[in-house]
């Protein structure tokens, strides 16, 4: 059974920080192409940003510059730091593989940006 549980959401003020945390049980996250999404309210859940195996990283427009995302093998763990944080970042984001999410959905963490 492959588990994903995203941590690390919270409440920021625009310009603000936060880095998301996805601990990954029954996937060896080094093997595949890993992707962080996220679904404001209203709108479908879009895919922001994912690492390959080899490690290589893209980003959606929006948050080019601003987001990183990478991998911490010995705890198969895949991270999303966001920095310069806006208002429309105001999501519950969530991991899984990609570009098709190949596992069921963990429960997400809310990320509200706002002043």
């Known amino acids: 059974q492959v588990q994903l549980v995203e941590s690390g959401g919270g409440f920021m003020q625009p310009g603000g920080s936060l880095r998301l945390s996805c601990a990954a049980s029954?996937?060896?996250?080094?093997?595949?192409?890993m992707g962080w999404y996220r679904q404001a309210p209203g709108k479908e859940r879009e895919l922001v940003a994912h690492?390959?195996?080899?490690?290589?990283?893209n980003y959606v427009d929006s948050v080019k510059g601003r987001f990183t995302i990478s991998r911490d093998n010995a705890k198969n763990t895949v991270y999303l730091q966001m920095n310069s944080l806006k208002p429309e970042d105001t999501a519950v984001y969530y991991c899984?593989?990609?570009?098709?999410?190949?596992?069921?959905w963990g429960q997400g963490t809310q990320v509200t940006v706002s002043s």
């Open positions: 690492i390959t195996s080899r490690g290589s990283t």
């Open positions: 899984n593989t990609a570009p098709g999410a190949g596992v069921s």
């Open positions: 029954g996937i060896i996250v080094r093997l595949y192409t």
